[in-house]
């Protein structure tokens, strides 16, 4: 009697662990994991990570995005633009 109970406890658990293991899907290789929930509702949201960075002459882009790009070099100044040119 107690052989028996043991074994289908036994049998219960191992089955038991491996319905829990199918429910939780792997992560695919190429997909990136999920952006953990923020910590505190009135904290900063983090900056979006920089996937691909496309290089290009700044006369292929449209006029608008022209001039944003002028903005910003004009108000990173000499210094700035240096640094970003060493880096």
Do not use: H, W
Request: glycine share 4%.
């Amino acid at each position: 009697m107690r052989k028996t109970i043991s074994l289908a406890a036994a049998a219960t658990l191992l089955l038991a662990t491996a319905a829990s293991a199918q429910q939780q899907p792997a992560p695919q290789p190429g997909e990136p994991p999920a952006s953990p929930a923020p910590a505190a509702p009135g904290a900063q949201p983090e900056a979006p990570a920089i996937q691909t960075v496309n290089v290009v002459d700044i006369e292929e882009l449209p006029k608008e995005t022209q001039t944003k790009v002028n903005e910003v070099i004009a108000k990173r100044g000499e210094d700035g633009m240096q640094k970003l040119r060493r880096s």
